[in-house]
């Protein structure tokens, strides 16, 4: 029971900052360039003003997609003795094919705009390193932080039974 | 299968005698059982079976409904489930790294954070074992880092 609400939890806390994250990067990028962008992009239909409704649910189902994927590429049920770096590139490229598929059916852009796929492929890209950077110094920091809380269990452990067979 | 209980004040050990035609799997299993609550398992191994302290057992795990714990040398096929041992064993130090395996915690000899909230350990045969996301928190806990 306790596991199942960790799962869930997991599901909803990496949901949110997708969308969170999402959501933050468009208005950024929508205050800046809003005005210009709102004939080419459905996005930034509102312009600087902000973002519709419909483009920070298109968000919300992009960000419970990748969460989703995530949870299945990184699951013990799929592919168990692949490496990381595999299950990374696997889920680097459903990515890409989800928000292409987004781009597509609601019009982010237009398809045939090549200074939009040129943008969608530089800011997923900086995102991606961005992202990986942070996880990977992360995991670092958190492995440190293991180590260590190990070494003391094993030393108070052993300083344990050593006062027992004193 | 009858079951009779003596109780006697002066009886200074517990003693269990299974009075049987002949050793089935079901008997097997009742002594596995009995075994582990010495906190020994039986295990066998090439049609020999052996009876082992549960310290020296790295982890176990279960391949094909089958299960199998390991040694730093060895391994050996068990009668019992893996929630069996779970059950009797977390008392021992042994804590469930995923669905189909538990891990003696004395045996490990490193651990790591791995991708997405996972730990990678390594056993003291040099082994690499994953903990899933799922039961890396009970690790965390042993280790005063949650």
């Not at chain 1, 900086?126 to 990986?132: A, E, L, N, P, W």
């Not at chain 2, 199998?68 to 096929?77: A, D, G, N, P, R």
């Not at chain 2, 469930?96 to 790591?112: D, G, L, M, T, Y």
Request: contains cysteine.
């Amino acid at each position: 029971m306790e596991n199942k609400i960790i799962i869930k939890y997991g599901f909803i806390n990496e949901t949110l900052i997708i969308f969170s994250t999402g959501i933050l990067f468009l208005t950024i990028v929508g205050g800046l360039i809003g005005d210009s962008a709102k004939q080419l992009s459905t996005m930034f239909s509102l312009g600087n003003e902000g973002l519709s409704f419909s483009v920070i649910l298109q968000f919300l189902a992009v960000a419970v997609m990748i969460a989703a994927l995530k949870e299945f590429i990184y699951s013990q049920k799929f592919l168990k003795n692949m490496m990381a770096l595999w299950k990374t590139v696997i889920f680097l490229f459903s990515i890409i094919v989800i928000i292409t598929g987004f781009i597509i059916a609601f019009g982010w852009f237009p398809v045939n705009n090549v200074e939009g796929w040129i943008g969608f492929f530089l800011s997923f890209g900086v995102c991606f390193v961005i992202s990986t950077l942070s996880m990977v110094i992360r995991t670092k920091w958190e492995s440190r932080k293991y180590e260590e809380s190990f070494e003391r269990y094993k030393r108070e452990h052993q300083e344990e039974k050593d006062e027992e067979v004193y | 299968m009858k079951i009779h209980i003596n109780q006697q004040v002066d009886n200074a050990e517990t003693e269990i005698t299974i009075s049987c035609r002949q050793i089935n799997p079901e008997i097997e299993k009742i002594i596995s059982l009995l075994r582990v609550m010495d906190l020994k398992l039986t295990g066998v191994r090439e049609r020999q079976t052996y009876i082992l302290d549960a310290a020296k057992i790295l982890y176990i795990d279960t391949v094909d409904k089958k299960t199998f714990f390991y040694t730093k040398m060895e391994v050996y096929e068990t009668t019992l489930k893996l929630y069996e041992l779970e059950e009797r064993l977390n008392v021992n130090d042994f804590l469930r790294a995923n669905k189909s395996c538990i891990i003696n915690f004395n045996q490990i000899k490193s651990i790591k954070a791995d991708l997405d909230g996972k730990l990678l350990v390594t056993m003291n045969n040099d082994e690499k074992l994953f903990i899933s996301r799922q039961y890396a928190t009970n690790f965390k806990e042993k280790l005063g880092v949650k």
